[in-house]
């Protein structure tokens, strides 16, 4: 059973930096894509970044190009999330998906993915 597991969430000033991880479990994730989403109170849940295990190609929001930065550790099975120059509107819950299927081509959907971790909570005062 897939397992995802989200963590480094927390409260920090604007201009800040946050690294989040997520530990993935429960199966070979080699041609998977993951991605991390954001949900604030009220509002959808929007696509963050994403990448794909197997090649490494990097997707990223408009909002998160320049300041965040996605990778993987292989050998951990876990993807990271790098935050950096953090602003009060990047506040919100923070979730890792993977998305098993075949790798496509803009994998910005939070549909495309098929299994959630619980999220952490990302908190920007300011």
């Known amino acids: 059973q897939v397992q995802l597991v989200e963590s480094g969430g927390g409260l920090v000033q604007t201009g800040g930096s946050l690294r989040l991880s997520c530990a993935a479990s429960?199966?070979?994730?080699?041609?998977?894509?993951m991605g991390w989403f954001r949900q604030a109170p009220g509002m959808e849940r929007e696509f963050v970044a994403a990448i794909s295990w197997s090649s490494g190609r990097t997707y990223y929001a408009v909002s998160a190009k320049g300041r965040f930065t996605i990778s993987k550790d292989n050998a951990k099975n876990t993807v990271y999330l790098q935050m950096n120059s953090l602003k009060p509107e990047d506040t919100a819950g923070y979730y890792c998906a993977v998305r098993l299927a075949r790798p496509i081509i803009a994998p910005m959907s939070p549909t495309l993915y098929e299994y959630w971790g619980q999220g952490t909570q990302v908190t920007v005062s300011s």
């Open positions: 429960g199966r070979t994730f080699s041609s998977s894509t």
